[in-house]
Every structure is written in C-alpha cells, then in structure tokens.
C-alpha cells in the first residue's frame, strides 16, 4: 500500500519563501508529483520527479529523495494567488495509477 | 481544446436515488480516472480506465459502476445513492506514456440528502 504524509496547514508571508514536506512509504515508486488546487477548482499540474535531486520551475522548485522517502516543494517570492492546497502524489507502478496525501492548505498573508 | 469536461457541475439527490456522472476528454488521452474529494481530504481513486472498453478498481470502489464505451468518455454510476457519497467527483485523464500528469476536469459537487 501507500502512506503518504504532509502537513495539514502552513502560513507564510507574501515575498517570503515556505516549503511544504512530503513523506511516503509506498510499495512500488514510479514518481512524485506535486498538484495546486485553489478553493472550488481543480487540481493543476506543478511538478514530478523521477530521479533524486531539485528541479526548478521559476518560483517554484521540487526535491526528491527516493531512499529517504521524502520531496518537497518550494515557493519562493511568495504571492497572495499562491494560496491554496498543495497536494503530493506517489505515482505507482502499475497502470498509472497514483495516490495522493491529504493535500497542505498554504495560506500567504501580506 | 476544451479539456476534461464534467456533467452535470451540481446535484442534489434523494438517499436511493441513481444517476450518472458523465466526464469527456478531447486530448486523445489514453488513461482516465474518476476520484472523490471530501473535506480536508485528498483525492481517493474510485475506478479507472486504461483504454476503452476497459475498466478497474480503485481505493474506493463500493457504490458506484463505470462504463468506458468511448476513449474520449468516462461514465460513473451511482446505483443507489446514500449519504456518504456526498462528495466532490474530479475526472482526470492522461496519456499512457511520455507526460504522465493528470488533467482533472471541474468536478461534481453532489450532495445525498
């Protein structure tokens, strides 16, 4: 099976920089993904990792670790519009199929 | 392209009522998947489909049926709908290999009252 942990909520301040953890024991890793869903709306693509290492996307970043079980996402230059839910995502081996964590409410504060 | 589309965006139905949760995709996308989301939750898997006419079990399976007669359609049915199948439905899909994020559609928001 698939356990996967994330913070219930963080608070941050608008221009600063939060990062937002990710913890999984699975049975089977294919890859990691990180989603943002705004309040109401559907999840969007952010990022996914395969191998070990950072992976820069603008302001945003994603780490992965495969023998620690671990990733996370990184925000810099924080926005108001980047509040939200971010929602980590273990991608299995068979079929596609993924499983997500419970998602981390992101609140940015001016 | 309009994407992942939903129907209908809103129901409220009657404990033992049935109905039908239609999602559609123009990408020519192999792989789609239903999920539900409660609040404060993730999304947990209920069924998917990995090309047409094909169908199987996810985390959440009891009380609801899919159909995949089309590629670009993914039917969930709810045969006899009870309270704690309200929820928010999401249909995703992706392609079978190369990018494998999902596009998710609007959502569901049913209610069982």
């Known amino acids: 099976g698939q356990n996967i942990d994330q913070p219930t909520e963080m608070t941050a301040t608008e221009g600063a920089i939060v990062q937002i953890n990710c913890t999984y024991q699975?049975?089977?890793?294919?890859?990691l993904f990180w989603y943002q869903q705004h309040a109401g709306e559907a999840p969007t693509f952010l990022s996914y990792n395969v191998l070990d290492g950072l992976e820069e996307k603008g302001r945003f970043s994603s780490f992965l670790s495969r023998s620690k079980g671990y990733s996370y996402l990184l925000l810099k230059e924080l926005q108001m519009k980047d509040s939200a839910s971010y929602l980590c995502a273990v991608r299995a081996p068979n079929a596609g199929k993924s499983t997500f964590g419970d998602g981390t409410t992101l609140t940015v504060k001016p | 392209n309009a994407g992942v589309t939903q129907t209908p965006k809103f129901r409220v139905l009657k404990t033992g009522q049935s109905m039908t949760l239609l999602c559609a995709q123009d990408?020519?996308?192999?792989?789609m998947y239903w999920y539900r989301q409660d609040p404060g939750m993730g999304l947990r898997l209920i069924h998917y489909s990995v090309g047409e006419g094909t169908t199987a079990k996810g985390e959440v399976p009891d009380g609801y049926n899919v159909s995949r007669l089309k590629k670009q359609n993914f039917l969930l049915g709810l045969e006899s709908a009870a309270p704690s199948q309200t929820s928010v439905y999401f249909c995703?899909?992706?392609?079978?290999?190369?990018?494998?994020?999902?596009?998710f559609g609007p959502g569901t928001r049913l209610t069982v009252t």
């Open positions: 699975t049975s089977g890793f294919n890859g």
């Open positions: 995703a899909s992706r392609q079978a290999t190369g990018g494998y994020e999902q596009y």
């Open positions: 990408m020519n996308h192999e792989y």
